[in-house]
């Protein structure tokens, strides 16, 4: 069966330390995945794309690989804040023609001061 | 340049009513998409529509849901003789005609049926 899998429970770090994130994946052939941020009660803010082709994509304090072979992707934030305290959610975009997104469920980060 | 838009914010119905829900996309955009996101689940994909038709709802249940976009006007998201398992997140996300696959999305809607 097809599955996506964030780890459930919540990653909690210290204040400057680097997060990792992991989003696994079966049975499904993406053409990219894409990493998104949600805060409580708001909508899910775009952060990084990256495409079957890539190995790795930097946005400033951002790293996302993707290993097509694993199907895994890992999400990392260097130098954590408090302010990046939220839920992080990975999707699978299909090429379906349009732009079909698969969530996970996503990943809970806590970063204390 | 407003965000995509939502309303309303919380919505509370009783079982057997319908509840309407209105999304505004980005300026410019075309492409609306409905997301709905139960209690600990990801968000789900329900249906796509672009101006006055709707591309694919292969995630929308059969009964009881239906979508629009019209020419002028927000996109709607209707729910008939809601049950409380329709209790849920709802988001819709836009983008623009040829859009690089990044969907904006909005605060949502959370609809809780009693």
């Known amino acids: 069966s097809q599955k996506i899998e964030q780890n459930s429970e919540a990653l909690n770090i210290q204040e400057g330390k680097t997060a990792t994130l992991t989003c696994n994946y079966t049975?499904?052939?993406?053409?990219?995945l894409q990493w998104y941020r949600q805060d409580p009660g708001r909508g899910p803010v775009f952060l990084l794309l990256?495409?079957?082709?890539?190995k790795e994509k930097r946005k400033e304090r951002l790293k996302v690989t993707f290993d097509t072979t694993l199907k895994q992707s890992l999400f990392h934030i260097t130098a954590s804040q408090p302010a990046d305290s939220a839920t992080y959610l990975c999707?699978?975009?299909?090429?379906?023609?349009?732009?079909?997104?698969?969530f996970g469920t996503g990943t809970r980060l806590l970063v204390s001061p | 340049n407003a965000g995509v838009m939502q309303n309303p914010r919380h919505l509370v119905r009783r079982r057997g009513q319908e509840a309407r829900l209105r999304c505004s996309p980005m300026?410019?955009?075309?492409?609306v998409y409905w997301y709905r996101q139960l209690p600990e689940e990801g968000l789900k994909f329900m249906v796509y529509?672009?101006?006055?038709?709707?591309?694919?709802e292969s995630g929308m249940p059969k009964e009881r849901f239906s979508a629009e976009f019209p020419k002028e006007g927000p996109s709607i998201l209707r729910i008939q003789q809601v049950v409380r398992g329709d209790s849920a997140a709802y988001f819709c996300?836009?983008?623009?005609?040829?859009?690089?696959?990044?969907?904006?999305f909005g605060p949502g809607t959370r609809l809780l049926v009693l």
């Open positions: 049975n499904y052939s993406p053409a990219y």
């Open positions: 529509l672009q101006k006055e038709n709707i591309i694919d």
């Open positions: 996300a836009s983008h623009p005609q040829g859009g690089k696959e990044t969907q904006y």
């Open positions: 999707a699978l975009g299909m090429n379906t023609g349009f732009q079909k997104l698969v």
């Open positions: 300026k410019g955009h075309s492409h």
């Open positions: 990256i495409r079957e082709n890539e």
